[in-house]
């Protein structure tokens, strides 16, 4: 067979695909081992691979190109140029297919040496130039170098100058020229290289005739340049006709193909974009169809798999964005992970799949809550913008990272996370080119986290800048979904400004927040919080009726949005209630808050980690309180009780309700056991209103309402922070006398205007009896068994009732349980754990205490965690003597100190102690908590009664020394050996105290009793 005619086979297999044939007769020549029949053995093994898809294939090819490189070489033949040129464009593909570094680097080698050594008027330079270029082209991608990108174009540029219009390659070299426009077009935003990316691709197909099998491949190039451009420009017409283009690619391409999921991803993205743009449903499913089908028809181990499943991720994670579906951001994460795994270290796209991942798992995480989904997702997206190669990677990596780590600052508290997220939104502010979406996005983190700094540490400066960031985010936005999150930040941003704003200021605000939700359709995931936003704003101006109105419309239909967030429906709920209320509407206001209840649960479900349902109950705080004023406005105090316990101490009632054997007992009969050994009062603070819920036990009127008139939310917080200021670190310091006498008279200031303002009303009529305080909201930061004027009248709570407290009605009537035996007492002391200050009289207070209890058990003196954890459940009674720590900033680590570490409240409400009686808090501050979860009362003196005991003696700030010893000492001589009086052998010592100086609050008054 001549030459001519393996010629003609090869030029038959480029129209038709069908390369066997082609391959043969080349492999028969080319046993001659002359230069041209390796070279048409190497041309026609690439066509193979072309559509095959054989890596040996390629692997061959370049070996038999070389070999006729060598001859050329060896006899100096002035072909060899042309041969080099053909040796460095088959490594370049091989490269770009195995992601060999050294192959690619070696390709850019001899490409360079083949130009240098072929004379400027060769006819074949033009052919030359372009393989050259496009060689350049897969080293830009691997090393992110935008000039070798500039440098590849000019050289194909170069190459179709010189080849002319008649040129049989010149569709290979406008192939060239339009990747190389993309590639820049993607790393600046350049819509002009866009542009002109897609008239050379156009240019390219129209020169290949129909039904030609090359075809298929450049109807799927012109589909993804016009994609590009579309993208650039917002031009929706240039998208449909890239998913056409697509179709027909996709349509003429054969399934065995190895360049199908190639073209089918490229008509995903597509199809995705036209979804961005026009929010078309069948559209975003036709994008995870196709990229679901890209990854199935791709094996694993193949050099394109990483994208493939790179690609699915993003195109899932729009669709959970869109309808809600977790299993579609479930999926999303997996197949990130995968593409991140497979694609292996070094790998040039690694950086871009690693910032997918991150983006799932923190887009997973605002779904579930899962603290651990956010720390992999900073850890990931940190990573991913260490090590992006371009500018518009890099800020696009950490505009993800600044919304991972602005929730981490929100979660945590902690100014580092937030610090760090501003520094990583200037960076993507910097990093983003002018005109690009990125860029927009950067400024709108940059808002969101200065107005956060402005927060944390009240820079007026910061609101300013944030305002003006916000505004940037805004003129440079133009696809309308995303302009409606951007003037909703704006809103919210502005209303920032002044306490309260300016009426001009909400006005402004208003309208921006009205516009952004008229710009997202019915149905959007995203409305919801726009509208959330929409309320929030008008709220944040005067009672206005046609205002509250409107805020009211905006939240009730936020909350419908089915697939919103819970919490984001309960903040939509609470502020129509809110609305509803402030335009006089009480009955729909009761209505959106019993909603507002109603969606508490899946924010903090029981298969979370603990801190997690914290901090999504966190989230909620003041709900109790708000929804139970509701229910008070309409005349309804046993609804005002239900919804209480509804909303307040879930954690405890998931504890309650996981214990084997526990069945719950219906509201109206707790209602009437809780005080059927006297009454029990709830205190309740909201915004506007303030009263006392007294159950009494009366079958007929359960509850009995109290109104404080006049009594805010805010009036009691002002008196709770007197009494925190007194009781913290800084009370401890030494003072001079006036400072100390002072600070005397402002707590007995604060426990006198209680029992004027609350208590005293209270008691009235329960003298002599028992009574459980259950404060809600502000109210538990108070100390109500001390309330009065302790002047030698009867005026104070001490001289009327018997105190005690409970977190909850269940926390009470759980604590009533039987005990299943009796079981020893056991003392816990630990005097000096590191780096803490020693308690010289523990083993004192230990012997005083064993003295009380007969059947105490040898006390654990230096006692260890593992000790404990031991002896608490083969124990009834458990006495601590050791340091207590209250964690302000995240109360479930607050703890007891032992030798050798703490013992946590999350650990200990995780304990299942069911012969547990009567456990003694000799620590300081054991019943603090934060505002935030003050009604879950994660202290641990609440932790201890969760874990199983009935009644625990706690403290409510620091205590001296000798004051531990001395109540320690009292209590245990009035209990008798009996814990059944532990309630009256307290208020009998805390009586005595007080009645031996009641100017020393801070001394009688620390200690409490909670539980039965």
């Known amino acids: 067979m001549s030459d001519a005619d393996v010629r003609a086979l090869l030029a038959a297999a480029e129209r038709t695909g069908e390369t066997a044939a082609a391959v043969r007769a080349a492999r028969a020549k080319a046993r001659s081992g002359t230069v041209t029949d390796l070279d048409l053995l190497s041309r026609a093994l690439q066509l193979a691979f072309r559509f095959g898809g054989s890596l040996p294939l390629l692997a061959e090819a370049l070996e038999h190109t070389q070999w006729a490189a060598d001859l050329l070489a060896e006899r100096g033949d002035p072909n060899l140029p042309l041969m080099l040129s053909k040796v460095a464009s088959v490594q370049t593909k091989l490269a770009a297919e195995t992601g060999d570094a050294d192959l690619a680097g070696r390709a850019l080698e001899t490409g360079r040496r083949a130009l240098a050594l072929l004379p400027i008027e060769h006819l074949d330079r033009p052919a030359m130039l372009?393989?050259?270029?496009?060689?350049?082209?897969?080293?830009?991608?691997?090393?992110?170098?935008?000039?070798?990108?500039?440098?590849?174009?000019?050289?194909?540029?170069?190459?179709?100058?010189?080849?002319?219009?008649?040129?049989?390659r010149r569709g290979a070299y406008l192939s060239n020229l339009a990747l190389g426009l993309g590639q820049l077009a993607d790393a600046d935003g350049d819509a002009e290289a866009a542009a002109e990316a897609v008239a050379a691709d156009r240019e390219a197909l129209a020169l290949v005739p129909a039904?030609?099998?090359?075809?298929?491949?450049?109807?799927?190039?012109?589909?993804?340049?016009?994609?590009?451009?579309?993208?650039?420009?917002?031009?929706?017409?240039?998208?449909?006709?890239?998913?056409?283009?697509?179709?027909?690619?996709?349509?003429?391409?054969?399934?065995?193909?190895?360049?199908?999921?190639?073209?089918?991803?490229?008509?995903?993205?597509?199809?995705?974009?036209?979804?961005?743009?026009?929010?078309?449903?069948?559209?975003?499913?036709?994008?995870?169809?196709?990229?679901?089908?890209?990854?199935?028809?791709?094996?694993?181990?193949?050099?394109?798999?990483?994208?493939?499943?790179?690609n699915l991720a993003g195109i899932l994670r729009?669709?959970?964005?869109?309808?809600?579906?977790?299993?579609?951001?479930?999926?999303?994460?997996?197949?990130?992970?995968?593409?991140?795994?497979?694609?292996g270290a070094g790998h040039p796209e690694r950086p871009d799949y690693r910032a997918n991942l991150g983006l799932g798992l923190f887009a997973l995480h605002q779904v579930t809550g899962e603290s651990r989904l956010l720390l992999d997702a900073v850890e990931e997206l940190r990573e991913a913008a260490r090590n992006a190669r371009s500018g518009l990677l890099r800020a696009r990596c950490h505009n993800g990272l600044v919304d991972a780590l602005h929730v981490l600052h929100h979660r945590t508290g902690l100014a580092e996370p937030l610090a760090e997220a501003v520094t990583a939104a200037r960076t993507a502010v910097a990093e983003a080119p002018e005109g690009h979406p990125a860029r927009a996005t950067a400024w709108a983190q940059l808002s969101m986290c200065l107005r956060s700094s402005y927060r944390l540490?009240?820079?007026?400066?910061?609101?300013?800048?944030?305002?003006?960031?916000?505004?940037?985010?805004?003129?440079?936005?133009?696809?309308?979904?995303?302009?409606?999150?951007?003037?909703?930040?704006?809103?919210?941003?502005?209303?920032?400004?002044?306490?309260?704003?300016?009426?001009?200021?909400?006005?402004e605000a208003a309208a921006y927040a009205r516009k952004a939700a008229d710009l997202l359709p019915d149905g959007h995931l995203s409305l919801a919080s726009v509208l959330a936003n929409l309320t929030n704003v008008l709220l944040s101006g005067p009672d206005d009726p046609q205002a509250m109105a409107e805020a009211a419309a905006a939240g009730a239909r936020a909350v419908k949005i089915e697939t919103a967030p819970p919490r984001v429906r309960i903040r939509a709920a609470r502020g129509w209630g809110r609305a509803a209320r402030r335009s006089g509407d009480s009955v729909t206001s009761l209505t959106a808050y019993a909603l507002a209840v109603d969606l508490l649960a899946p924010v903090a479900p029981?298969?979370?980690?603990?801190?997690?349902?914290?901090?999504?109950?966190?989230?909620?705080?003041?709900?109790?309180?708000?929804?139970?004023?509701?229910?008070?406005?309409?005349?309804?105090?046993?609804?005002?009780?239900?919804?209480?316990?509804?909303?307040?101490?879930v954690l405890f009632c998931q504890r309650i309700d996981a214990s084997a054997g526990v069945v719950s007992v219906p509201l109206p009969e707790t209602m009437l056991s809780c005080a059927a050994d006297g009454p029990m009062v709830i205190l309740?603070?909201?915004?506007?209103?303030?009263?006392?819920?007294?159950?009494?036990?009366?079958?007929?009127?359960?509850?009995?309402?109290?109104?404080?008139?006049?009594?805010?939310?805010?009036?009691?917080?002002?008196?709770?922070?007197?009494?925190?200021?007194?009781?913290?670190?800084?009370?401890?310091?030494?003072?001079?006398?006036?400072?100390?006498?002072?600070?005397?008279?402002?707590?007995?200031?604060?426990?006198?205007?209680?029992?004027?303002?609350?208590?005293?009303?209270?008691?009235?009529?329960?003298?002599?009896?028992?009574?459980?305080?259950?404060?809600?909201?502000?109210?538990a930061f108070l100390p109500w068994h001390a309330a009065g004027h302790h002047d030698g009248s009867d005026r104070s709570v001490l001289d009327r009732v018997r105190s005690s407290y409970t977190p909850t009605l269940r926390a009470l009537a759980h604590a009533r349980r039987s005990v299943p035996e009796h079981r020893p007492a056991v003392v816990?002391?630990?005097?000096?754990?590191?780096?803490?200050?020693?308690?010289?009289?523990?083993?004192?207070?230990?012997?005083?205490?064993?003295?009380?209890?007969?059947?105490?058990?040898?006390?654990?003196?230096?006692?260890?965690?593992?000790?404990?954890?031991?002896?608490?459940?083969?124990?009834?009674?458990?006495?601590?003597?050791?340091?207590?720590?209250?964690?302000?900033?995240?109360?479930?680590?607050?703890r007891l100190l032992l030798m050798d570490g703490p013992l946590t409240v999350t650990e200990l409400s995780g304990l299942d102690l069911p012969y547990a009686t009567l456990a003694y808090l000799s620590a300081c501050s054991t019943t603090r908590t934060n505002l935030r979860l003050v009604d879950e009362a994660v202290q641990v003196t609440a932790g201890l009664l969760m874990a199983g005991f009935r009644q625990v003696i706690g403290t409510l700030w620091a205590v001296r020394d000798d004051d531990a010893l001395t109540v320690s000492e009292s209590f245990y001589t009035e209990l008798r050996g009996d814990p059944a009086r532990a309630s009256q052998a307290l208020h009998t010592v805390v009586r005595a105290l007080r009645d031996q100086d009641p100017q020393e609050v801070l001394r009688w008054a620390a200690h409490v009793h909670v539980g039965v």
């Open 606 to 649: 029981s298969e979370l980690q603990r801190d997690d349902r914290e901090f999504g109950l966190g989230e909620i705080s003041g709900l109790a309180g708000e929804a139970a004023a509701a229910a008070l406005d309409n005349g309804r105090p046993e609804q005002a009780v239900q919804l209480l316990e509804r909303s307040r101490g």
């Open 318 to 343: 729009l669709r959970h964005d869109v309808t809600g579906v977790e299993a579609d951001l479930r999926e999303a994460v997996r197949s990130s992970r995968e593409a991140v795994e497979a694609a």
């Open 211 to 310: 039904g030609h099998a090359d075809r298929a491949r450049l109807l799927s190039n012109v589909q993804g340049s016009l994609g590009r451009l579309a993208f650039l420009t917002g031009d929706t017409r240039q998208l449909r006709e890239a998913a056409l283009m697509g179709a027909q690619s996709i349509a003429a391409t054969r399934r065995e193909d190895p360049r199908r999921p190639g073209r089918l991803l490229t008509l995903a993205n597509t199809y995705q974009q036209i979804h961005r743009d026009t929010g078309d449903l069948d559209a975003l499913t036709m994008a995870v169809d196709c990229s679901q089908e890209a990854v199935d028809t791709i094996p694993a181990g193949h050099g394109d798999r990483p994208e493939m499943l790179n």
């Open 828 to 894: 816990i002391g630990a005097s000096a754990p590191a780096g803490e200050t020693p308690l010289a009289r523990v083993a004192e207070e230990a012997r005083i205490v064993r003295s009380g209890l007969a059947d105490a058990a040898v006390p654990l003196l230096d006692a260890t965690r593992a000790q404990v954890l031991d002896a608490l459940p083969r124990h009834g009674i458990a006495h601590f003597a050791c340091h207590g720590v209250s964690d302000w900033r995240v109360p479930s680590d607050s």
């Open 130 to 168: 372009s393989n050259f270029g496009f060689a350049l082209l897969g080293a830009a991608r691997r090393t992110g170098q935008t000039a070798l990108v500039r440098e590849a174009v000019s050289l194909i540029r170069q190459a179709l100058e010189l080849g002319g219009v008649v040129d049989p």
């Open 457 to 507: 540490g009240g820079d007026p400066g910061e609101l300013a800048a944030s305002v003006a960031a916000s505004r940037e985010a805004v003129a440079r936005s133009t696809d309308d979904r995303i302009r409606a999150f951007r003037l909703s930040n704006l809103a919210a941003a502005l209303i920032s400004i002044g306490e309260p704003p300016a009426p001009e200021i909400v006005t």
């Open 684 to 779: 309740n603070a909201a915004p506007h209103r303030c009263d006392a819920l007294v159950l009494t036990g009366d079958p007929d009127h359960p509850v009995r309402l109290i109104e404080l008139p006049g009594l805010t939310e805010q009036r009691i917080m002002e008196q709770a922070n007197i009494l925190l200021a007194l009781s913290g670190p800084a009370a401890a310091t030494r003072q001079s006398y006036s400072a100390y006498r002072k600070l005397r008279h402002d707590a007995r200031a604060v426990l006198a205007w209680q029992w004027d303002e609350v208590a005293g009303r209270v008691v009235e009529g329960f003298d002599g009896r028992r009574m459980w305080w259950c404060p809600v909201g502000a109210m």
